[in-house]
């Protein structure tokens, strides 16, 4: 029995002759009237039993009633007299006038009333019920007369106990009712009145077209109506207010989500080696050579549609595949019994509607069958592993070793050399201790006044950063020659602080910076004005960048044991700029820095015991240097608030290096570096408020400080932002919004940004296809060694379909995704060692990259490598395991929707006529209809 009942029928003015008998009958008898509260339960009279036997012979279709259902189980006088009143007032069409059945629905016993009397309809329009009775009685087409009934228990757990929800409903629900009646929206007129049954609460509904010409109901239409309104009213479920029912019905879903994902697993992680499959694969095949015009299954005549038939049949005798679609016809009954009368008969794989896509599938295989065509087996895994390795990486470590970043802003209270003290005191070796002039002479002091200057601009215990007067005093300092006030005034400029960004003006300062320290130097020598001399060339500040001069500058001032000079230059031999790449030489440097308490020295030389990089791998003395560092960098950070050194301290924070994981402390810091334009804090902020799950989530500041950064330039920030707007995640979805970010991103060399840009070029579906610049993208991402781009563009030359295919550029890529332990270019290898077909056939270079795929766990590859020996075209030997898997993808995607996914699905042919349709009214092809929500 379902669990709403709907009735259509229409009214007529005269009563059927059979019939008037039966209404006089009913009207005298002892059934119709309510037995006492003390008589309810005996058992029903034998008038009661006699009446009842008459209504079911002559009206028949009253055994669907709950009433009816609720007799049987028990057969009470209360539910005799139930049933019977029921009977009646649901077949008033048949045995009364359209006038008495406008009045009757609208005044009888239980209605509940919304005035004078219950009768409603649109909102807005009034309901005088003498007026409404003659409208419908004088109307000279059909009138529709409809019943919804709900079981008590339902009715009381869902709200619908009231007139004021099925008001609501119904008036929500006019436009399928008036679709489904053949009505145009526009002639619909209805009333309802909602009867307060104490069993079987229901609602009588009086519909029609003001075109007489119109309202014609099928039995489709019928069920329509009936589950629509299913729908709407038991989607209430997860909002009903006794709890204990809803934690019931909450655990038997994720058990039922459970069984179902355990049973996907198997099908995805499994092999279907079936023969007849094959042999019948093999036989469509052969006949498909001979067959012209389209290969899709409609256009197949019929003797090809039973061999493809017979293939989804043959799949479906899988135990995994039987069991599955025996689940998924259990939920999708479920959903059915709460409106169908009769549930329908179950029918063959190959017949259900929902599956159909399986067939062409069937036949897409078959075509590749003898075509040597090399074919890749569903790889969508690959995306997931590309999302998970991401920016992860690059937000540590990489950002911490750019050689270009120096710990400047901290030499005036942390060096301790005399020579360097001094010097900075008064740079050209005078005493100064009571100079007062103000003649412009290029020095390099850090007077009281450029010392005022600094903790305007980052700030001090007792200073709010105050950028206007930090610009006014470095200005002044300039005024007199100040090498330091001209550097930071540059610094300004780059990072926008406190005036407009400005890379120009920036470079601008920085070069009379740089003529400054080189006037001052030659002067009179120093290590400190060296190793500044260095830092300026080693970031192309003030001058084009030339790390051999860097490195010419850094040496004299290690010659003289500058601590500084010394981490600078083991950057250079670290990465090989300026001189030969040395790993030993780096390790040398930064253990003599870290020995003279340089914190950055003994965290690099940390992260080489710890990655066993110029020296043997350590952890021990790892752990002891990040700790060092660690404290390093907090005394400095007590005399200096420079925003690097911040978001240094908040980096070893969030990772848990040197000391114990805290975010709260990391955001702390994030923060004050954040606020003094530090771009890499910004991004780093805006990463953690995105962090679903956790307790720092707050979207609103994430997307603030993201948004920043991305302005700001921060290439992973413009990374993290595009995807945002491409998937909709928190912003409003704009394709054109995340291409412009992603593009910004790849421009700065970030190899996620150009494989993003190239997938979605080369996939075509959120912008035009355009493959060159799927390739220029993939290419520069995968010359930076992204395993995810070289095996895309591997695909792209090894297929040969969008592009003129190449083999030795496809092997070249593969190899070097699969080098660094893609399993997908490993089984790509294998399969195509072991086809032999754009390359000369070696089992042993197959064998090799097989197994290293089948490792992690790659089923195809395992498949290979367990037939190996009989080897034999493997498209047949796969063609069943890969139609099984695609199998499984269609009953993940029916498990969501049967399960009760908002989206509205929409055919994949339809979307494209829809877009098209757009396309020649001028709307932009990802032009979106906004989805109906309820």
């Known amino acids: 029995m379902p669990r709403i009942i709907f009735k259509c029928r229409y009214l007529k003015n005269a009563p059927k002759a059979h019939l008037s008998n039966l209404v006089e009958y009913v009207a005298t008898r002892e059934g119709v009237e309510k037995v006492s509260g003390n008589s309810q339960l005996l058992p029903a009279t034998k008038n009661q039993q006699q009446l009842i036997s008459e209504i079911l012979q002559k009206l028949p279709d009253t055994a669907d009633l709950f009433e009816y259902e609720d007799y049987l189980k ?5 539910n005799a007299t139930e049933f019977i009143s029921i009977a009646l007032e649901n077949n008033l069409d048949l045995i009364g006038k359209k006038k008495n059945f406008v009045d009757y629905i609208a005044n009888r016993p239980r209605v509940e009333k919304l005035g004078t009397h219950g009768l409603f309809t649109d909102d807005g329009v009034p309901v005088v019920l003498s007026q409404v009775a003659e409208e419908v009685s004088n109307h000279p087409g059909n009138v529709w007369t409809n019943i919804i009934s709900l079981r008590r228990e339902d009715a009381a757990r869902l709200g619908y106990d009231r007139a004021k929800s099925w008001q609501d409903l119904i008036r929500a629900q006019r436009n399928v009712i008036a679709e489904n009646m053949k009505i145009a929206p526009e002639n619909l007129r209805w009333y309802a009145a909602f009867h307060n049954e104490s069993h079987h609460p229901h609602l009588h509904l009086i519909a029609y077209s003001i075109n007489p010409k119109e309202a014609y109901v099928t039995k489709q239409g019928i069920e329509n109506m009936r589950g629509s309104l299913a729908r709407e009213i038991f989607r209430q479920d997860l909002m009903e207010i006794y709890e204990k029912q809803t934690e019931r019905r909450n655990i038997l879903n994720k058990q039922s989500h459970e069984a179902m994902q355990d049973i996907l697993s198997q099908i995805n992680s499994g092999i279907c080696d079936n023969k007849n499959i094959e042999e019948l694969i093999t036989h469509l095949a052969e006949k498909l050579k001979y067959t012209s015009g389209k290969k899709q299954y409609g256009y197949l005549k019929a003797p090809l549609k039973a061999v493809v038939d017979q293939i989804v049949d043959e799949l479906a005798k899988d135990e995994r595949v039987a069991k599955l679609y025996s689940n998924w016809y259990e939920m999708r009954n479920a959903v059915l019994s709460t409106y169908a009368d009769k549930l329908p008969p179950p029918l063959p794989l190959s017949q259900q509607k929902e599956f159909k896509s399986i067939k062409n599938m069937v036949i897409a295989e078959a075509l590749k069958i003898g075509s040597h065509l090399f074919t890749f087996e569903p790889d969508e895994e690959h995306e997931v592993l590309m999302e998970d390795h991401d920016d992860s990486a690059a937000t540590t470590d990489d950002a ?34 009571d100079d007062d002039s103000q003649e412009f002479q290029y020095h390099v002091k850090w007077s009281e006044r450029y010392k005022v200057a600094r903790e305007f601009l980052y700030g001090s215990d007792d200073i709010e950063p105050d950028f206007t007067e930090a610009y006014r005093l470095f200005m002044e300092e300039v005024e007199i020659g100040n090498a330091l006030a001209m550097y930071d005034l540059g610094r300004m400029h780059m990072d926008g602080l406190g005036v407009e960004m400005n890379k120009d003006a920036a470079q601008q300062w920085y070069a009379k910076a740089l003529v400054a320290f080189l006037e001052v130097e030659s002067d009179k020598s120093s290590p400190y004005l060296q190793y500044r001399i260095g830092k300026m060339y080693a970031a192309g500040l003030g001058a084009t960048q030339d ?88 005394d400095l950070e007590a005399q200096s608030k420079d ?103 790849a421009d700065q060399k970030n190899q996620y940004a150009q494989y993003a840009l190239g997938k ?174 309820y």
């Open 74 to 78: 028990n057969q009470t006088r209360e």
């Open 400 to 433: 911490l070793t750019n050689i270009e970043e120096s710990p400047l802003a901290n030499e005036s209270s942390a060096d301790t050399d005399d020579d360097n003290r001094d010097f900075i005191a008064d740079p050209l070796g005078e005493d100064t201790s």
């Open 547 to 634: 790390y051999v001069e860097a490195a010419d500058w850094f040496h004299m001032a290690v010659a003289k044991n500058h601590k500084y000079a010394q981490y600078s230059l083991a950057g250079l031999y670290y990465h090989g700029y300026g001189v030969e790449q040395s790993y030993e030489t780096a390790f040398d440097l930064y253990k003599k820095s870290a020995r003279q308490k340089n914190p950055y020295a003994s965290y690099e030389l940390a992260k080489m015991y710890r990655d066993g990089i110029g020296a043997e791998k350590n952890m021990e003395k790892a752990d002891e240097h990040f700790q060092k560092a660690l404290t390093g960098f907090l």
């Open 643 to 745: 925003d690097k050194l911040r978001y240094r301290l908040g980096q070893m924070l969030y990772t848990g290096t040197g000391t114990e994981k805290d975010i709260t402390a990391a955001i702390t810091y994030f923060e004050k570096a954040a606020k003094l334009g530090n771009v890499n804090a910004q991004y780093m902020l805006g990463k953690i408020y995105l962090e679903t799950d956790s307790e720092h989530e707050n979207v609103e500041k994430a997307l603030q400080w993201l948004g920043k950064a991305a302005d700001n330039g921060n290439a992973l920030a413009q990374y993290a932002m595009a995807k945002l707007y491409l998937k909709g995640n928190h912003v409003e979805k704009d394709i054109q919004k995340a291409v412009e970010l992603f593009t910004k991103s």
């Open 760 to 933: 979605l070029y080369l996939l075509g579906e959120d912008v035009p296809k355009d493959i060159k610049a799927a390739i220029k993208w993939l290419a520069a991402s995968a010359d930076q060694n992204n395993q995810f781009a070289q095996y895309s563009l591997g695909k792209l030359y090894l297929s040969g379909k969008e592009t003129e295919k190449d083999i030795p550029t496809a092997i070249r890529l593969l190899t070097a995704s699969a080098e660094q332990g893609n399993q997908y270019a490993q089984y790509a290898l294998g399969k195509l060692y072991l086809l032999g077909h754009d390359v000369k056939r070696d089992k042993e270079i197959a064998k090799h990259w097989l197994s290293l795929s089948a490792a992690q766990g790659n089923l195809y590859a395992q498949f290979f490598l367990e037939r190996m020996d009989s080897f034999k075209e493997p498209s047949v030997l796969l063609s069943a395991t890969k139609l099984m898997h695609y199998l499984g993808n269609i009953f993940r995607e029916e498990y969501r929707t049967i399960g009760g996914s908002s989206l509205l699905q929409v055919d994949r042919k339809l979307r494209k006529k829809l877009i098209e349709k757009k396309s020649a009214q001028g709307h932009a092809y990802n032009d979106h209809a906004p989805h109906q929500s």
